[in-house]
């Protein structure tokens, strides 16, 4: 018995997670009470799939990193940072601090990352495109949908001051992204969920576009938390800059 199998029964459903080749299985639990079926189900689920795949390295197939496009959201106006923290220098290597998502992203998708959102100029070099911004001063929800509405596929979105999002946290949301095409995102967590980085997919469109309209601008609200799927990160990797003193701590 290989894989992640549910056994559902009337008081709720055990998920058994066994890792290919290995004789021992996980148990995951999951009552049939109305908050766990809402909210936990598929966050366990995912949970368990990671823990089976935990000791094979993640893999993306060509044909769907194709339907994938890469964006970085950089429409913030940094108003803790104090000035555009998008162009400060992180680092010894000369980079700024737009440029890591944009690079990581490369990594694994090539020359093909997309700005969105309003930003000074000078940053547009250090990207492949841009994608108009329909939803200009409505935070991240605006650029998502922008991007969604502008591509027939799957979007990854990493925030602009997230450094430390590498190559193996974006390779690991697309393993389970290509698995859940139906689920309307994909999205990493670590005490908490981090709704600009992980992939959107077209079903996604429509709520947050009804959100939007009724006045509701947080991502986390829009979503459907029973729909979508939650991939475990380290807190390093998902950390947002948004003072000086956060680039100190990385350069340390």
Not at 132 to 155: N, T, V
Not at 202 to 212: D, I, K, P, T
Request: glycine share 10%.
């Amino acid at each position: 018995m290989r894989g992640l199998q549910a056994r559902p029964s009337s008081r709720g459903t055990r998920t058994l997670c066994q890792r290919p080749g290995n004789a021992h299985a996980i148990n995951l639990w999951i009552p049939n009470d109305s908050f766990s079926g809402r909210y936990l189900r598929p966050f366990i689920f995912t949970i368990g799939w990671c823990l089976m795949m935990a000791d094979k390295a993640p893999n993306v197939s060509h044909e769907f990193l194709g339907k994938v496009q890469p964006i970085v959201l950089v429409g913030g106006r940094s108003q803790r940072f104090g000035r555009d923290k998008l162009q400060e220098p992180v680092g010894a290597d000369g980079r700024i601090l737009v440029q890591y998502p944009i690079d990581a992203l490369r990594k694994v998708f090539g020359r093909r990352v997309k700005l969105v959102g309003s930003c000074n100029p000078a940053i547009t070099k250090w990207a492949d495109g841009i994608m108009a911004d329909y939803y200009p001063d409505f935070g991240p929800i605006g650029g998502i949908l922008s991007a969604l509405a502008q591509w027939h596929g799957p979007i990854f979105v990493l925030a602009g001051d997230m450094p430390c999002f590498g190559t193996d946290e974006i390779l690991r949301v697309l393993t389970v992204a290509e698995l859940q095409t139906t689920a309307p995102a994909i999205l990493t967590f670590t005490d908490r969920l981090h709704p600009c980085a992980g992939v959107y997919n077209q079903h996604a469109e429509l709520a947050l576009r009804n959100s939007l309209s009724g006045g509701n601008r947080s991502l986390v609200k829009a979503l459907d938390l029973n729909a979508i799927h939650q991939v475990p990160v380290r807190v390093e990797s998902a950390r947002n800059v948004n003072s000086p003193s956060d680039i100190d701590q990385l350069i340390r």
